[in-house]
């Protein structure tokens, strides 16, 4: 099979010839259909102390087809559409005792979606919805990031949200702040270009950084944010989520910045700021997302603004280490061929 493999930071993924994966007896093959280009991704082939080791094809948020199936399978058939929570964990950590498997250290990843098949352990996969085509499949793992970031944030009806950025993790993270019951919901960006965004999935309103921006998002709000998700990941911005967050309210962040991050302890103390960091999902999570996106009221797809050939993919890859007009960029390695009837 065609993959495009992590060798060296600094370097782009080098396109290789594998050999087919073959499935245990209880995982299952499946044809990558999509698989989405994630920040991680990106942070994790830069060259920092946390990187992928050689030879690792990246790629956790996938969705593709059954297509071999292990002996002790039961639950699954060749043809069903499935994604995976892409860590299986050990079974028997404090992280795997929360259900959050992909905070368990003891286990390795389910990755390699940036190939033409992949070997997903049974115990991780989603069936998708007869709905749901595998461009929203591959959509269900930053949506359960979004998830669970919202969910520990612990928001309560009508709070006031700020949300900083307007990536994938942003657009994300409103749409779920939005279900789980925010009052009003405005995004702070660089550009207005993903205004329109943050209204489809959810939210009131755009404010752009600038030296009004604190008073721009109180307005906006009707008042100082109860909760700030910090969804860019650059240094700095956590200190900003305490600048706006409203006395004794929640900064979250979701940036996964993966360098030191410079903030004034005594300003947020000051505020009675908690602060948290949540990273992962739980099985249950993806599962609630395909729910959700079955029933369907707002299109995630509008999350996806390309799709590219896996022989594009090392190129592409390169390009969004820069500034960039990309939301969420899909991999289609083998024809991205998907159900009658299943627009993509
Ligand atoms: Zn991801
Ligand atoms: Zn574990």
Redesign the pocket.
């Known amino acids: 099979m065609k993959a495009a493999v992590y060798r060296e930071a600094g370097k782009p993924l080098v396109l290789e010839n594998l050999p087919d994966p073959e499935p245990g007896p209880d995982e299952v093959i499946i044809k990558v259909h999509r698989c989405?280009i994630?920040?991680?991704?990106l942070h994790m082939t830069e060259g920092h102390a946390w990187q992928f080791s050689t030879g690792t094809v990246p790629g956790?948020?996938y969705a593709g087809e059954v297509v071999e199936v292990g002996s002790s399978v039961t639950g699954l058939r060749k043809g069903d559409l499935i994604t995976a929570l892409?860590s299986t964990g050990c079974g028997h950590c404090e992280a795997c005792y929360s259900g959050n498997l992909a905070l368990c250290h003891n286990a390795p990843g389910v990755m390699g979606g940036y190939a033409e098949l992949m070997r997903i352990p049974v115990s991780v996969a989603v069936r998708l919805p007869g709905t749901l085509s595998a461009a929203d499949g591959a959509l269900i793992?930053?949506l359960a990031?979004g998830l669970y970031g919202v969910r520990v944030s612990q928001i309560q009806p009508g709070d006031r949200v700020l949300v900083l950025g307007a990536g994938s993790v942003a657009l994300c993270t409103i749409y779920w702040a939005k279900r789980l019951g925010a009052g009003r919901i405005v995004a702070m960006s660089r550009s207005a270009r993903r205004g329109a965004g943050v209204l489809d999935m959810g939210g009131d309103g755009f404010v752009q950084y600038g030296e009004n921006e604190i008073g721009e998002v109180v307005e906006a709000l009707g008042g100082q944010p109860d909760i700030v998700f910090e969804c860019v990941g650059n240094p700095g911005f956590i200190m900003k989520g305490i600048e706006h967050v409203r006395p004794l309210g929640r900064v979250i962040s979701m940036g996964f910045c993966t360098s030191p991050d410079p903030l004034v302890p005594a300003l947020a103390g000051f505020k009675g700021v908690s602060l948290q960091f949540p990273v992962g999902y739980s099985l249950k999570d993806f599962h609630h997302v395909a729910d959700v996106m079955d029933a369907g009221h707002v299109d995630p797809k509008i999350l996806i603004s390309s799709v590219v050939a896996l022989d594009d993919l090392p190129a592409v890859f390169e390009g969004l280490r820069g500034p960039n007009n990309e939301t969420k960029v899909q991999v289609a390695p083998g024809p991205a061929s998907t159900p009658a009837g299943k627009s993509v």
């Open positions: 989405g994630c920040g991680t991704d956790h948020e892409p793992e930053p990031v």
